[in-house]
């Protein structure tokens, strides 16, 4: 068992440490109080293959391997502690690898080539009012075949990059029932690649977040849209099953952007204690500081080697390897489940050690902290979807070997 990096994963890191500390970092307050995230950076992560880089190079991606994806991701969880410029990355690099692997082949020529170069966003729209990860049950929204298309109606909520969508253009893959027969179960729901951006009879929502502030959180009501035959993604009542595909994915990104961002405040936290002094000796001497410090990292570097495990298993089920879609979710949930966790415990005990200065906006940690909530409350699924995915596991197959 080799721990160890290959040269080209040593290089590609430093590669996008390198472009995310001098053009992302010192813009995260920015980013974070506009509420946008600035073009150049967009456009400076399009030339760095930074968008839908799993995508196959035929429509501009980088055919990244998991791994390599991973590693940027926690790359940009460092600089951007906000974690709004991770989100944009997870979300088209995850339903990117979605869409380039189901989509039709014009609808891919129309889109993936502007999402790659970013100049169109690719999102994901599966939650409603009624709920997000209960998709059997909270799922209303329906699309009935009509003429050369399909007319969908129904409401999608607390979807991101709502804005950048209508702006830039692109699409969001929809999720709506296909199929009416209670007995159809899974098998009752259908993709689909649902443009924003001057659609009739699409009328947009949006929320304003605690955190995550520079990308759009929001939603749309559908009444009669209609979207071609070509704007099916995937097989015909499989896009439970597609969707799973895309939340295991996103779910190792955000496992790795989230250790990023927990290792850039332990790192300020770090620099603080050992430079600032109480009762005449550095906070660092003090074991009450210095201890919970140990417990940290030992809980970060654990998570950092799920999130690995969890790449790793991906590369091996879409690589070379043969591992099921099952190992894949039970890594992913693992992955989701402990990072953002860990994450959030490891951004409060710094901010104690910061102290009154952690409650102004004058540090930096307040940024992490209430960007990173937005990954265990929701998603991709909240910690007890993420328990409820591993115990299901567990108990169908026993403790893997």
């Known amino acids: 068992m080799d721990f160890s990096w290959s040269e080209e994963q040593r290089l590609w890191r430093q590669t996008v440490r390198d472009f995310a500390q001098k053009e992302i970092a010192p813009r995260v307050r920015e980013i974070d109080t506009k509420g946008r995230i600035p073009p150049e950076i967009v456009q400076g992560m399009a030339d760095l293959g930074l968008l839908a880089p799993v995508c196959s190079e035929e429509y501009g991606g980088a055919a990244m391997d998991w791994t390599l994806a991973t590693i940027a991701a926690e790359e940009l969880g460092r600089a951007d502690i906000s974690l709004a410029v991770p989100v944009l990355y997870l979300v088209e690099a995850a339903w990117g690898f979605i869409f380039d692997r189901y989509g ?27 709920g997000g990860s209960d998709i059997l049950g909270a799922c209303r929204t329906k699309a009935v075949r009509q003429g050369d298309g399909w007319v969908l109606n129904g409401e999608k909520m607390y979807i991101s990059g709502v804005r950048e969508s209508l702006e830039m253009g692109g699409i969001h893959l929809l999720l709506a029932r296909t199929e009416s027969d209670p007995a159809a179960g899974h098998r009752a729901f259908t993709f689909f690649g649902l443009p924003l951006q001057g659609t009739p009879g699409l009328t947009p929502t949006f929320f304003e977040d605690m955190g995550r502030m520079g990308i759009s959180t929001g939603g749309f009501a559908l009444e009669q849209v209609h979207v071609p035959a070509a704007h099916q993604v995937g097989e015909l009542n499989r896009g439970f099953y597609h969707a799973m595909e ?4 996103a779910r ?74 099952s190992d894949i979710a039970l890594a992913a949930a693992l992955a989701k489940l402990r990072a953002p966790r860990v994450g959030f415990e490891i951004m409060n005990e710094v901010a104690d050690w ?22 265990s409350i929701g998603a991709e699924g909240t910690m007890n979807v993420q328990r409820m995915i591993i115990a299901r596991e567990l108990l169908e197959r026993g403790v893997p070997s």
């Open 354 to 375: 910061f102290g009154a200065m952690a409650y102004t906006k004058e540090c930096p940690v307040e940024m992490g902290i209430r960007g990173i909530r937005s990954y």
């Open 104 to 130: 039709t082949a014009e609808l891919k020529a129309q889109i993936l080539p502007r999402v790659t170069a970013g100049k169109a966003f690719l999102g994901i729209a599966t939650t409603e009012p009624e």
């Open 246 to 249: 895309g939340f295991s994915a």
């Open 252 to 325: 190792v990104l955000i496992g790795a952007t989230c250790v990023g961002a927990a290792e850039a405040v332990l790192e300020l936290g770090m620099e603080h204690i050992k430079e600032r002094h109480a009762f005449g000796r550095p906070l660092a001497a003090f074991e009450g500081i210095s201890f919970p410090l140990a417990d940290h990292y030992a809980r970060l570097e654990s998570t950092r080697l799920l999130v690995y495990k969890a790449a790793w298993t991906m590369d091996q089920k879409y690589g070379p390897g043969t591992r099921s879609h």
